[in-house]
């Protein structure tokens, strides 16, 4: 933004009188040699060092260096509910995180607690009006502790209560740094998303259009053959030449009327996968946003898929293996319709490319895909039950290496190198599943290859 001259002149004098006032706060704050090195040790360690965790130690580490105190730096987990210790000036990095003492509370205040010293870690003010955070755990980012540090007087209380200003400061910009950095890779994720399931599979009105444009030419050579007949007069249109006109009509007719039909369910399709891949909450928030709720997954999700790919396993002579029971005990799921559809879309799409032939107990080659869903009780605890979705596809099992790295983006099996493909369908797949409270996994049996996802029965609405 280019600002004009007064405009400039403007902006430069409210710098300007903020440093006037930072210079008379410091004069103000006398600080001792030691406590300033203190301050420009860890502004200069603090740009030093990138990753997270050396800042952490740095945090510790220079008061106890200059000072002679120790230290532990608490903080809040991502959702902010969970304070634990993370670093301390004795042992370093704690790893896992170790939750602090159920009395150990935030607070805005300078506190003291069996003999420590907490100083609240405050993040960065936002400098808008009207947008100050409400919550304590919007303004406060952790505590840092020092041990013994009750007996600490005024003077040094004030000090560290600066210090930590710094740390909050500094921290508050590493984690919007790492917000931003998970947002960039969540958008050419979602990018990549589109990509795949979106942009693919709308190359396919191609093959539509090429069709319907078949239709229309034999309609309209049908139209020249009944036009040379009108013209040929009473010779040229009996009734055998009629009936085989009607023939070849009613037959055009059925052919345009299936075309209709392809071309109208391939557009909910896709109009089902653009609502639910080009939501504005993804963008915003940095991540997939679902909108459960309750449906039939077998009349809702896979019915839909499998109507819009049944012509295709068919026409790769592959089998379909449809279970009898789950339309009539349909276990009713809360899942968004629209990313669950894309779980089948791709799962589906994988069995057109790579379902092989095997041979049956009497020797038969035979292609099958087969779907289904068990019911498991206590799967993900006590009293926590899941629901089991199966896509079988007969084949070569696939190595212990190919099925540990089944679901990372990118990968691409020993069987793909030939088919087309980015290898992203299945990381999609754990995404969509794992945003639901639901796992991924991969299992051989005796004629193929079992792929399979687990739901929770309370699917948590998100």
Known sequence: MTLSVEEEKQALERVLQRVREKERSYRRYNFSEAQNAVLRTFFDLAQEYDTMEDFYRVCVAVPLIFLGLAARLHLLNERRDVLSLVCDSETGLVVPPLPAPQKMHLSCRTAIFQKSLLVPIQRKPSGQEGSEPRRLTDLVLGILEIPGGAGLDKANRFFLRKYANRIGYNLHNRLIAQQNIRHLKFINNLVMDIEHNVITPNMYFRHLFNKLRRRLNELEEVSREFSR??????????????????????????????????????????????????????????????????????????????????????????????????????????????????????????????????????????????????????????????????????????????????????????????????????????????????????????????????????????
């Open 229 to 462: 007949m009108r013209q040929a007069g009473t010779n040229g249109c009996d009734d055998t030449a009629c009936g085989r006109i009607q023939e070849r009509l009613e037959a055009l007719y059925d052919d345009l009327a299936a075309n209709h039909r392809e071309m109208l369910e391939h557009y909910n399709n896709y109009s089902l996968f653009l609502e639910s891949l080009f939501r504005r909450d993804h963008f915003r928030k940095g991540h997939l946003v679902i909108r459960p709720r309750t449906c039939s997954i077998e009349k809702e999700v896979i019915a839909p898929q499998l109507d819009h790919y049944g012509h295709r396993l068919v026409k790769h002579g592959i089998r379909i293996a449809q279970p009898a029971d789950m339309a009539d005990e349909e276990i009713p799921l809360r899942v968004d319709v629209g990313l669950l559809s894309q779980v089948y879309a791709n799962l589906f799409s994988n069995a057109v490319k790579y379902t092989m032939p095997v041979r049956d107990g009497s020797g038969e080659p035979v292609k099958i895909m087969a779907y289904g869903r068990e019911y498991l009780a206590n799967y993900f605890g006590p009293s926590r039950d899941g629901v089991k979705f199966n896509v079988f596809t007969t084949g070569k099992h696939l190595s212990e290496e190919e099925a540990q790295m089944l679901y990372r983006d990118g990968f691409r099996g020993e069987a793909s190198k030939d088919k087309p493909g980015t290898g992203h369908g299945l990381a999609f797949i754990k995404q969509v599943v794992e945003i639901h409270g639901g796992v991924v996994g991969y299992e051989r049996t005796a004629m193929g290859n079992n792929f399979y996802f687990v739901l929770p029965l309370s699917a948590d609405e998100g």
